[in-house]
C-alpha cells in the first residue's frame, strides 16, 4: 500500500476513514446510510466507541533493531495472518448487489475470516463458496424456533465455519432514529432474509403459518419459496415492489413468519447450555459488556466473547466497548480468548485494542464503506488498509509480534 503510494498508484477507497465515510456516503442512497450509518437513540454509543480510543495514547519505543513484524496468531483453532476479522452485517445489499459473496472475496484476498450473519443477503453456503480455504465463522441470532436454530447449526457444520457466533445483543432491534424518520427497514424490502429463505426447517414453517392464515394447506414449500423468491429479485428492480406485495397474503405471511422468528427476546443462559451438546464447533458469545456476563460466559465453557455495543446500534449511552475491554480481561485473567469491535477504524486503533487485552478485533463499518465504493476490491483494500497500518505501528512503536503489544505499550492520553 505504501510502496503503491510512492509510485502513484491510485487507490480504490480513500486511506483515511473520515474519507472513507464520506465517499460511501455520496455514493449511498439515503435509505442505505441510515441503516448502515446510523445508531441508537442520540448516537451516543457510537461517539463513546470513539471517544474511548482518544483516551489512550501509544507510546513508541527506539531502536530495537527488528526489521520483520509478525502478525500471525492461532484463534480457535485456524492460524491466521492477522489479528482481524470481518463482522457479520446482515442487510449489506444495500450497499451492492450479492454483498456476501462481495465481503467474502475481499475477506479471502487478505485470508482473514468474515463471519456470515443471519440476517445476510446470501445463503451461507454460496458465500462459503467464494472464500477457498479462508477460515469461515457463521453468526446465529438464536430464533424462537428451537428447529431453525438447529438447521442453521448443521448447515454452519456442513459449509466448514471454524466457529459459531452467537449474538446476544440484539433479542430486540434498537431504537434506530436514522431509519424510523424514514420509515423502513431493510426486511420490508426483502434485505436480509437470504438465510431463512434458504433453509429447510424455514419453508417448513412458513408452509404451516400460511396454511394457519389461508385455513388450508393451499400453498406447496415450492410455491411459497418461489414467491418470496420473486419478491427479492422484483426488490433489486423495483424497490416498492415489495411493500406492495405485502399486501397479498403468501408473501406477508412468510414475512410476519420472519419477524416473529428470528430473534427471541426471551434468550437466557439456558438456551445457551443446550449448545455444548448441539454443535462441536467452538462457541463465541458476541454483544458482551459487563465483567460478570463475560465470567458466566467462560464459566459455561463458552471458547471465546466478542466484547461488543454493535456499533452503538442498539442501547443509547452504552459503555464503549474499548472500556469495556478493560473491566473484562482484568475480571476473567488473561488467559480467555476475547475479541474487540464497535469503533475500530484504524490500524493504530487495532494496536490500542491488543495493548488492552483484545486477542483480536472485528471491522464493521469499515469493510461495508469500502463495499459501497468499490465492491469486493473495496473491501480488501480497507482491510489491507488496516493491516498495513497496524504493521506499520508496530514497526514504528518497537513490537515485532503480537504478544510483545502489551499493556506497558499504552498510557491514559495526557493530551485527551
Ligand atoms: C451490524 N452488526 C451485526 N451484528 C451481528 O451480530 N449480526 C448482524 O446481522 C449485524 N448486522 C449489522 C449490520 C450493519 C449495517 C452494521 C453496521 C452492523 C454489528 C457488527 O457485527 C459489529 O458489531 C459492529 O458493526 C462493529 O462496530 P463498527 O466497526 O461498525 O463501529
Redesign the pocket.
Known sequence: MYRDGVFGRVPAVPADFATLEARAKEVSTPRAWA??AGGAGEGRT?RN?RAAFDRWAIVPRMAHGNTTRDLSLDLLGSRLPAPVLL??????ALMGEDSDLKIARGAAANGIPY?F????CNAMEDTAAEMGETPRWV?L?WSTDEGLVDSMLARAEAIGAGAL?V?LD?TLLGWRPMDLNIGSLPFSQGL?IAQYTSDPRFAEIVRERIAAAAGAAKESTEVTLGAIKTLLAMTRNHPGAFLENLRSPVPRAAVETFLDIYSNPGLSWDHLATLRERTQLPVVL??ILHPHDAKRAFDSGVDAI?V?N????QVDNAIASLDALVTIREAVGDDPTVLL?????TGADVFTALALGANAV?????H?YGLAIAGAQGVAEVVANVIAELDLTMALSGTADLASITRECVVPNPSA
Open positions: 441503516y448502515v457510537m466507541n463482522a457479520p452485517v446482515g442487510a449489506g463471519v450473519s443471519n440476517q445476510g453468526q441470532y457466533v449474538t440484539t436480509g458476541k454483544g466478542v461488543s454493535h456499533g452503538g446500534r469491535d464497535s469503533g475500530i477504524r472485528l471491522l464493521g463499518r469499515p461495508m
